[in-house]
């Protein structure tokens, strides 16, 4: 069994950053992919980055603003969100594999969920 804690969620206006950490107890492996996923109100949710030992990938509208790392030695994983906007606003979860699928983009492939951070960026 995997826990997994999200933290570092907040209020914020436009053009602010956040950090959002994750940490994940349990065993984990570099080569599986730990991911952030968002939903805002009243949307589904969608794929915002993933990371393993030879991938980062990010949601192609959050290139360059949104960074995703990882240190495994720690099991922890951050997203770092730069220039934030209204439409950023959603609960964030972080998510993790316990084995190795390649489609990191979808949600059905993470096997572990946290609760999620709420996520508001004011205008």
């Known amino acids: 069994q995997v826990q997994v804690v999200e933290s570092g969620g907040g209020l914020v206006q436009a053009g602010a950053s956040l950090r959002l950490s994750c940490a994940a107890s349990g065993r984990t492996f570099s080569s599986y992919f730990m991911g952030w996923f968002r939903q805002a109100p009243g949307k589904e949710r969608e794929f915002v980055a993933a990371?393993?030992?030879?991938?980062?990938v990010y949601a192609d509208s959050l290139k360059g603003r949104f960074t995703i790392s990882r240190d495994n030695a720690k099991n922890t994983l951050s997203l770092q969100m730069n220039n934030l906007k209204p439409e950023d606003t959603a609960v964030y979860y972080c998510?993790?594999?316990?084995?190795?699928?390649?489609?990191?983009?979808?949600?059905?492939?993470?096997?572990?969920w946290g609760q999620g951070t709420q996520v508001t960026v004011s205008s």
């Open positions: 990371i393993n030992w030879s991938n980062t």
């Open positions: 998510a993790t594999q316990t084995y190795y699928r390649d489609s990191y983009y979808d949600g059905g492939s993470y096997d572990f």
